[in-house]
T-cell receptor, first 114, second 107 residues
Framework: GAGVSQSPSNKVTEKGKDVELRCDPI?????LYWYRQSLGQGLEFLIY????????KSGLPSDRFSAERTGGSVSTLTIQRTQQEDSAVYLC????????????FGPGTRLTVL | GQNIDQPTEMTATEGAIVQINCTYQ??????LFWYQQHAGEAPTFLSY????GLEEKGRFSSFLSRSKGYSYLLLKELQMKDSASYLC????????FGTGTRLKVLA
């Protein structure tokens, strides 16, 4: 079946604007994760969903970042009042159930804040 | 605390064998994962260890010692296309990733 998809693939925005990033997980996967990867850096955990609930939001860098998931499927990561340091690749992953399950990654959204 | 260490960079020759080490200290453990990430692409799953020992998958093998908090990824018969970053991740209820090891394979 289809893998994890993300849109847009690239987003260029001006400082101070809001952006929305979308993730469509693999069908039937209950767990969904958002990560951020800055140039040359490792993956930084942002938030984890189990179904529509987010048991762990500890990785969100500030209150400008929020995420939701509806219908146990699609998730949206919103960044308000973007800053230049928000520039990174935002990766979404899904797994069948929880953290011990293999996570499958989407292609990512490259965000550039000018 | 949670800590995962990998070498930053390694270089090897086409056809050779390379071992990428990963040591970890985490407050939970449900398995250790290795991912490959080519530049500009998403990570792709390579292997998973939950019990001590060696898991072999073609040219790639992964080893785990839970008592030592240690894993390695072994790549045999290196090919140019193996030039990539290799990410070690410990699964708790989420993944904790190391910063990755950038492998360069030279002709």
């Amino acid at each position: 079946g289809a893998g994890v998809s993300q849109s847009p693939s690239n987003k260029v925005t001006e400082k101070g604007k809001d952006v929305e990033l979308r993730c469509d997980p693999i069908s039937g996967h209950t767990a969904l994760y958002w990560y951020r990867q800055s140039l040359g850096q490792g993956l930084e955990f942002l938030i984890y969903f189990q179904g529509n609930s987010a048991p762990d939001k500890s990785g969100l860098p500030s209150d400008r970042f929020s995420a939701e998931r509806t219908g146990g499927s699609v998730s949206t990561l919103t960044i308000q009042r973007t800053q230049q340091e928000d520039s990174a690749v935002y990766l979404c992953a899904s797994s069948e159930d929880r953290g011990q399950d293999t996570q499958y990654f989407g292609p990512g959204t490259r965000l550039t804040v000018l | 605390g949670q800590n995962i260490d990998q070498p930053t960079e390694m270089t090897a020759t086409e056809g050779a064998i390379v071992q990428i080490n990963c040591t970890y200290q985490t407050s939970g453990f449900n398995g250790l994962f290795w991912y490959q990430q080519h530049a500009g692409e998403a990570p792709t799953f390579l292997s998973y260890n939950v019990l001590d020992g060696l898991e072999e998958k073609g040219r790639f093998s992964s080893f785990l010692s839970r008592s030592k908090g240690y894993s390695y990824l072994l790549l045999k018969e290196l090919q140019m296309k193996d030039s990539a970053s290799y990410l070690c991740a410990v699964g708790t209820y989420k993944y904790i990733f190391g910063t990755g090891t950038r492998l360069k394979v030279l002709a």
